[in-house]
């Protein structure tokens, strides 16, 4: 007869036994839900969001811009995935990179590469490193699978002892709830959002990936201090889960030589 675990079984064994591990930094993850699932749910939200907002197509040059600079970094992390034999972390992604109209300084990435750029966030990133700076950021919470953290979770929390394949299968409006409060693909941000710790992990690997792509990762300071000025004195959505201004800053600085050693000078910059 199969067994089914509860979700506190599971929370025990993938604490004390998970050998997932996120590129780069090589920090253990615990991830219960199915990759397949995430990226079944990342379709369905990502488009009834497009549906629902102007998508900025081009020739426009922001929307140029945003497929430029997202395919540059998708492609090199790919390659790097590849080389070392981590591919099945992209398997599944479908890259799409979308420029939206809104007066909202935002950005995110779901699971499987569904990006979007909300066109208020260009004239803060003002150029290409900039705006390398912001897709870096957000590609590495979907490579690193933070929003499977998140939901995993957040579904063991609020479902208690119900069977993960239950709770997938029969409470499947409770689970994408979940899954809008984790990525808030919205006007705002989501209630769950993403921890500070993913926010300092995803900073990292933003500048290894930007740095892949040939972007110089020195950039990234002068961008989020760019970003702190936008509203000094009440914090943008997307910048609500962030360590304060210093600590981000100085984190970054911390982790800029290991950065630049990925950093591969455009021939023709």
Request: hydrophobic share 40%; aromatic share 10%; net charge positive.
């Amino acid at each position: 007869m199969k067994r089914i675990f509860s979700f506190t079984f599971l929370l025990t064994v993938f604490f004390s036994f998970s050998c997932s591990r996120v590129p780069i930094t090589n920090r253990r993850q615990f991830n219960l839900i199915p990759e397949s699932e995430m990226l079944y749910l990342s379709t369905q939200e990502y488009n009834k969001f497009i549906a629902a907002h102007t998508v900025i197509h081009q020739p426009d040059s922001g929307a140029v811009l945003v497929n430029r600079v997202g395919k540059k970094i998708s492609d090199a992390i790919v390659n790097y995935l590849k080389t070392h034999n981590q591919s099945k972390r992209v398997n599944g992604y479908f890259w799409i990179f979308n420029l939206v109209q809104s007066d909202e300084v935002n950005a995110w990435c779901m699971p499987g590469g569904k990006v979007v750029v909300y066109n208020a966030l260009l004239p803060i990133t003002k150029d290409e490193d900039g705006l390398a700076v912001v897709l870096g950021h957000e590609i590495a919470h979907a490579i690193a699978r933070h929003g499977n953290e998140r939901m995993s979770e957040q579904l063991a929390i609020q479902m208690g002892g119900v069977a993960l394949n239950v709770a997938l299968s029969t409470q499947a409006e409770q689970t994408a709830n979940i899954f809008n409060q984790v990525y808030g693909a919205s006007t705002t941000l989501g209630a769950l959002a993403y921890s500070r710790k993913h926010e300092t992990e995803a900073d990292k690997l933003g500048l290894c990936f930007m740095a892949m792509a040939g972007y110089d990762p020195n950039k990234a300071i002068a961008f989020w201090e760019r970003m702190q000025q936008v509203s000094p004195n009440q914090p943008i959505q997307f910048l609500s889960t962030h360590p304060n201004d210093a600590t981000r800053i100085a984190n970054i600085k911390a982790f800029m030589p290991t950065a630049m050693k990925y950093y591969k000078k455009p021939v023709n910059p």
